[in-house]
């Protein structure tokens, strides 16, 4: 069987449910530099869990859209939005929304101290909650979240040379940690501008040395 084909075949069976939704008791990691597509993908992950009951994003740089959660597939009376930029604040704000909410998808400031968001995602398994956590600096700390999803090339499709219509951005993820079994995999979300993103069926495993912070 060529490589290839081999590092299909060990992908586990429920790898793309990963994105598909947030998982209950969880912590997703969504690691990248702005404009790579991740914001989207966070709100996407919350139109699982919204038909449970409401969800709430922790929006720390005040840049948030409502309608974009809402192109993204949660209705909007299930939506929260809260506005916290105050690093000091913002940790009892996240732990507040997962006491009483099934999914939350917080931006974390820089400087966030590691203990604080362990906590954190102690908490969210113990209330079985899906926490997703956007780092808006940096990586989250070794071993926290179940599964991260590191933005590496982000490309659009539809423009031509100075013009053209825009019609669908490819997400190059790499997926690392205990939801992938431990070993890196490389995946393409596909947006075009639908409520529901696309994984491409091909998956393949990421090049040794690539690990995730």
Known sequence: MPEAARAEAAV?????????????????????PPGSGLT????????????????????????????????????PER?????????????RVT?????????????????????VLRRLGALARSRRAALILRPLRGDLPSGLAHLNLVGEVV?????????????????TLRAAGRGVGGIDRVLEVVDDGTDALRVVPRLAAAPAGRAAG
């Open 40 to 75: 989207r993908l966070g709100l996407s992950l919350l139109a699982d869990p919204a038909r449970r009951g409401p969800v709430a994003v922790v929006d720390v740089r005040g840049w948030l859209c409502p309608p974009a959660a809402w192109e993204a597939g949660v209705p």
């Open 12 to 32: 586990p069976e429920a790898f793309p449910r990963a994105v598909a939704g947030a998982e209950p008791g969880r912590v997703l990691g969504l690691v990248g």
């Open 95 to 115: 732990a507040a929304l997962l006491e009483g909410l099934p999914a939350v998808y917080a931006e974390v400031p820089a400087g966030v101290n590691e203990a």
């Open 155 to 171: 490309r659009w499709e539809g423009a031509g040379p100075g013009h053209g219509r825009l019609t669908r951005r490819w997400l």
């Open 79 to 91: 939506l929260v939005v809260v506005r916290c930029a105050e690093r000091d604040l913002w940790a």
